[in-house]
Every structure is written in C-alpha cells, then in structure tokens.
C-alpha cells in the first residue's frame, strides 16, 4: 500500500500492520500456548487488538475460523496437548486468519510435520489462498514445495538475494549456481532418474567478485532478476 513500516512508525499504523500482517510458525508444538484451550488461542489476536466482541460473537468468529481450516468448532473448548502436529498447524493458521489479514508470513510451516500429513497442510494453505486473497511470504528450504505455492521465488544465500523469478521461470531457467544446487537436490519420482542424476555443490569462491568488480542485482529478462558480476550477468543472458 506504499506506506513505510519499519523504524518508528504511529501507533495507529502499527495497530493496522498487526492487523493486516500475521504469521504462522514453524513449530506446531512450541508456538501454542499449552495452558491455554483453543477458544483463547485462536481469539488471542482480538484481545490484542482490542476488538470489543460480546461472548457469543467471539466463540462464533473463532468456530469459523476452526471451520475454515477443517477443525470442528467443538474443538475449541480442548487444549492444544489433546491434537496431532497436523491438527496444531491448522490451529495456528486458524489464528493467523481470525484478525482477516491480507499478508501472512508462514515460516517452514510443514518442516515440523509428518510426512503424511505435509500436503494435507499444503492443500488447506493453498485453499485458503485463493478463497481469501491472500498473500503469503512463505519461507521454505525446500525448492519443490514453493513450487507447489509460490507465484514467484526468491532464493537467498547468507541473507542476501540471489535470484528472484516467476516459479516456473526458475525452475526452466536457473541462472544462479546456488539456484541450480538447490534444484539439483530436489528428489525426482522416478527412480533411475534419482540415482543417476548429479548433485552440484555450490562453491562461493567461484565468482570473482571484487572492489572494482562487486556483484549487481539485475534483470535478465522480463521478471528474471539474478545477482552476479557483469560477466556472470552477460554469461545468464546468453543462456537465455
């Protein structure tokens, strides 16, 4: 919305950004509070916010919220000890949506899961995407599952960008060689693919950057932006 958010801001704007902006966390088990039933946990956001609700109109947002995510609104008088990590994600994301944001920072949120139960969590999430509008910064190490949710990717190495394109731009078109190390880890489903392939190591001594020659952030085709020195810049354009 082109307002500044960091620093100092009124305290209005912060309110509006706590509003406007939640999270879900990587651990099911340790973000929620384990004294506390799922009535309150789920709610907590309205507290915080000061919306002024009577009894009956918070239970009724909450057994909405629970709805949303495939939770029965009975659920709420239990407490966290009492579900499965895949049942403990969805509540965190049922409180995540209570406030109606239109920013949701999702950190790692199926790393701490089974296996069994990623795509359940992935499915909801994407679900919940499209009927809300919402727009997800989703953190993940793994490049297949942002594959899966993301409309663009931005691979990063020690806290800086590397490259930054459309999802199914990168995956055609990896430029950076930390992208295509990442990429080369990605299991493939057939397995004679999976025990040739060849894994890359990315070797950040390879670039030769230096005080006359430091690395550019720059666009190397439409939406494709990719950090390199201007020879590595000039060598990802002609792979295009």
């Known amino acids: 919305e082109g307002k500044k958010i960091s620093g100092k801001i009124p305290n209005e704007l912060d309110r509006e950004v706590i509003r406007k902006m939640q999270m879900i966390f990587q651990d099911p088990m340790a973000s929620l509070n384990e004294r506390a039933k799922v009535d309150y946990i ?17 239970e009724e947002k909450v057994a909405r919220a629970l709805e949303a995510v495939g939770l029965l609104p009975e659920f709420a008088n239990r407490f966290p000890h009492e579900f499965s990590g895949g ?9 995540a949506l209570i406030l109606n944001p239109a920013f949701i920072i999702a950190d790692e949120p ?30 993940a190490h793994d490049l297949s599952v942002m594959r899966f949710i993301c409309d663009r990717i931005a691979v990063i190495y020690k806290g800086e960008l590397q490259e930054l ?7 055609a078109h990896p430029l950076h060689p930390y992208t295509r190390a ?21 070797d950040p001594a390879q670039h030769d ?28 354009r002609a792979k295009l």
């Open 42 to 58: 789920v709610s907590e956001g309205l507290y915080a916010q000061g919306v002024k609700l009577s009894k009956e109109e918070r």
């Open 87 to 95: 049942q403990r994600q969805r509540i965190g994301i049922a409180r």
């Open 110 to 139: 199926i790393s701490a899961l089974d296996v069994s139960i990623r795509a359940q969590v992935l499915n909801l999430m994407s679900e919940l995407q499209k009927k809300h509008g919402l727009t997800y910064l989703f953190i």
């Open 165 to 171: 394109a459309a999802a199914d731009q990168l995956f």
């Open 182 to 202: 990442l990429l080369s880890a990605v299991p493939l489903p057939d397995p004679v693919s999976e025990r040739n392939k060849k894994l890359l190591v990315y």
């Open 209 to 236: 950057y230096s005080e006359s020659n430091p690395p550019l952030w720059e666009e190397v085709e439409p939406g494709h932006f990719v950090r390199g020195s201007r020879r590595e810049l000039d060598a990802y």
